[in-house]
């Protein structure tokens, strides 16, 4: 088969199949997206975030272990705290600038075991749709993990200072179990 046969046989073929096939298509290859308003915006930004995985959406720059949990889990509520540790956290909130914030710390702190704005995003999203509130911003969630991992670091400080004793037994409490006090434990 000569060259020129060979090209005319590709032509043809090209006819023949150019409906079966994506290449030749009358569609234009560009399209155009409308301009948006700003309100349009934000509500395809929304049905975004709400679809996908917080881990994967939210940028983590840095994971905190939570090392008071265990200490915290000793108290039901934001009631029972010793008020060394009260006075800790509202001294910690107004130096923040974010007085109110002091319950919110002490209720993530007591709950997560890592602490990064992904793991807070999901946390509290987690309760606004179960509690039915509006869904909290990323930037209020980012402030929160990041106040969150400062406390930490000033707790911790002053436990090893020895201002705040650390409770004997930093484990949370379990029931009663009788088989294991047969046991000898």
Do not use: W
Request: aromatic letters at 10%; a positive charge.
């Amino acid at each position: 088969m000569r060259d020129a046969e060979f090209r005319a046989m590709l032509q043809a073929s090209r006819q023949r199949n150019k409906h079966n096939s994506y290449a030749y298509t009358n569609n234009p290859t560009r399209h155009e997206v409308p301009k948006f308003t700003r309100a349009e915006r934000k509500g395809i930004d929304e049905v975004i975030r709400a679809i996908t995985p917080r881990n994967r959406y939210m940028p983590t720059r840095k994971t905190t272990k939570n090392t008071i949990k265990n200490y915290l889990a000793n108290f039901d509520s934001y009631e029972q705290l010793p008020s060394k540790i009260e006075d800790l956290i509202i001294g910690f909130c107004r130096s923040e600038g974010h007085q109110k914030y002091n319950k919110k710390l002490f209720y993530l702190l007591k709950n997560l075991d890592e602490i990064n704005s992904g793991v807070v995003t999901n946390y509290l999203q987690r309760q606004a749709t179960r509690l039915s509130h509006e869904l909290p911003t990323d930037a209020y969630c980012a402030l929160l993990a990041v106040m969150c991992t400062k406390l930490i670091g000033v707790v911790e400080h002053h436990i090893t200072v020895g201002n705040i004793e650390p409770i004997e037994n930093e484990q949370p409490d379990f029931e009663f179990d009788p088989y294991l006090l047969a046991e000898g434990f």
